[in-house]
């Protein structure tokens, strides 16, 4: 009469969420959860591009797992998933193997360089707690190297790849940065060089025309160059190679052109499109009743569109209230739910005080937008951790 | 009747105390005095391995020009001096050529590397805010690597050459900063190492025996490791081979070996002892009776030892004090004085809270010799500003 084992692997949005959700719904009798994490903490992805700027220290992004999950009710693994074997209902971790009846694939993305030469080797990418501080003291250290080196302008020159969600809004928090850092290795303004590449013919592809228009003045104002139309050819040790054969020489290249989903789910040997797992309308696995996938590792068709959500924060957590209910609805013989994204809003960030977004059909702008960011940033570390979390964790303004 | 010219070449400890007192020992209408820098900062030499270890920022070590010397009697040129011809009576800078009638050459030192093979290019040195910010930065980023590179060891290993003055007192703040840095990148302390390596039997070589012992215990105790009777054979980009054959493998390598005078001064013909020009009792050039050296360039021999002191902060700012009434004399037909130094004593910093130090013969362990390394400082600022400055730039503990 053992108990059932759950299993999530992964502590982003979907796992932790998943995590905090079945300890609420199911007794410690009920069950035996385990969530697996590579390290002991969770993080807020949508928060990184700050701490890779350089303007929120990256212990403001992540939280403890044992200050989210209570560890009476939830045991906790701090490895690393090598491989999924999903006949043997077996994860392998670096250390252990682990059994599971139920598991929750939760494992994130990896970025998608599109077969662009030289990308994955040259270009830092904005995905963990440890690559944001590389990215933050590669910055800091190439901008201390110009003054000793003959102030050669490609140490000044940070290159950021696609103008997506995470590319537009981490030019935005440089724009406030780089200030900061002239002042401090007294370097002039007008010498440092922030240039967004993007191969569409727009930044922030498929938002709204007037919002895109207010975010590239707003931008462009602060210094931020852009390069639409312009797919990257080549990246290597020395910049970037454009397809029109124009070379830019820059010591900082960070992509942020795209995701996939984690390499180690179609290794598994699940069908996947681009590392994603088109699942079920209650998030199962198809084919595998007692398998479930959140956040990054699962593609959602938004119907009306015809067109597959963007994996987001908002929809992670969304799905990790119906994996739960789920999970206990298979459990006690009950009727799963099917699971509808409830898109409250979009609001991309462009620095201190300076956001654009919609909110059903109303656009924000400026300190409005700014302001609806944080709300959804501290409701988040609500559902989280409470009204604690949000006071330890929250970008308050309290005076 | 055009006024005489004195043209002071560098900013440093020789360099502005020669400013400040012809600023007060000389009326405006009695000479046009011309001081030369790099930079519109004079800094604080005997402070920058704090600035390269990080535990103090450098904005407290830089002060600038016009808050030191009333530019309405100083004229201030910031460029850097290119040669000195000594026949013509000119010196050239990278922008313009000045003229004189009075030198005083105060251009401070070079590293002193000893024929060591790969050291110039493969070692930083502490030597000017933009190397000590560098400094800071690449320790910084090279354990910011660690995580994000598979934990190579040598990422965090950082390798000191040299255990005189500076070697000792910048181990003993790097000491005092590695804990921060495995906190702020997730590292574990003893996955750290700090070694001193030095060719000499002992560390702080002609330093009393019982404070060096002190040192190396106090230094022992927080981490670091010595190498004594140690030579350095060769230094690559991967670390430093030991005359022994052993290679130490370090992604971050000071040199603190030793200095030498600027090689300016060499080049313009002058007669040099490692770049250091022996010059007369009253502190002028032998053989030109209008040019004064000050400081590193200068070699003053004690004759109760039968050997040159060291070239200290201490006893530059004495020799701007001889310079400037020597000077004064020199207009006005008067006698020029001797140089005598007046070793009030000497204390090393071996982190925050510690040091050893002698004044006159009394030995000074821990928080003593520390407060009366603060008190040094401290004098040094009011000598240079009075207690405004003190105020601004000293290390004060107020509350």
């Known amino acids: ?14 796992g932790i969420m998943s995590a905090v959700r079945l300890q609420k719904e199911l007794g410690s009798d009920e069950a035996e959860i385990t ?33 989210i999950i209570d560890m009476n009710k939830v ?53 963990s707690i440890n690559s944001v501080r590389k990215i933050r003291e ?25 103008a997506g969600f995470t590319g537009i809004e981490f030019v935005g928090e440089l724009a406030d940065r780089v200030p900061e850092l002239c002042r401090e290795y007294d370097i002039p303004r007008e010498k440092v060089r922030i240039v967004n590449i993007e191969a569409a013919p727009t930044v922030l592809p498929g ?15 602060r210094g931020v160059e852009f390069l639409v139309s312009t797919p990257i050819k080549e990246c290597n040790e020395d910049g970037v190679i454009l397809a029109n054969g124009e070379e830019i020489k820059a010591a900082t290249i960070v992509w942020t052109g795209g995701v ?51 994996p987001t ?20 013989g009950g009727k799963l739910e099917e699971f509808k994204p409830d898109i409250k809003g979009t609001v991309a960030s462009l620095g201190k005080g300076e956001a654009i977004g919609k909110v059903g059909n109303k656009k924000l702008f400026g300190a409005t937008a700014s302001a609806m960011k ?10 989280l951790g409470g009204v604690p979390m949000v006071i330890k964790k929250g970008k308050l303004k309290l005076f």
């Open 207 to 221: 938002f709204d025309e007037e919002l895109v228009e207010y975010a590239i003045n707003n931008l462009e104002r």
């Open 374 to 383: 944080k709300v959804i940033d501290n409701r988040y570390l609500f559902l």
């Open 75 to 127: 045991n906790f693994v701090q490895d690393t998933v090598k491989e999924i074997k999903k006949d043997e209902k077996l994860v392998i971790l670096d250390n252990q193997e682990l059994t599971y009846d139920y598991l929750i694939i939760a494992l994130g993305s990896d970025p998608e360089t599109f077969g662009i030469q030289g990308l994955k080797e040259n270009a830092f990418s904005i995905r």
């Open 138 to 162: 590669h910055i800091d250290y190439s901008f201390a190297r110009y003054n000793n080196e003959g102030q050669p302008d490609e140490l000044i020159t940070i290159v950021v790849g696609g």
């Open 260 to 310: 996939r989903g984690n390499h180690l789910v179609e290794e598994a040997g699940f069908e996947t499109m681009r590392g994603r797992v088109k699942v079920d309308k209650d998030l199962r696995m198809p084919g595998f009743d007692y398998i479930f996938v959140a956040g990054d590792c699962a593609l959602i068709i938004d119907e009306e569109a015809n067109r597959p959500y963007p």
């Open 1 to 14: 009469m053992s108990k059932p084992k759950i299993l999530i692997l992964g502590g982003g949005y979907g």
């Open 35 to 67: 969530l697996v994490n590579k390290h002991n903490y969770h993080y807020q992805t949508t928060w990184l591009h700050e701490n890779a700027a350089g303007t929120l220290h990256h212990d403001k992004t992540r939280i403890m797992i044992d200050n």
């Open 313 to 332: 924060a908002q929809i992670a957590i969304q799905q990790a209230y119906t994996i739960g209910r789920n999970i206990k609805a298979l459990m006690n």
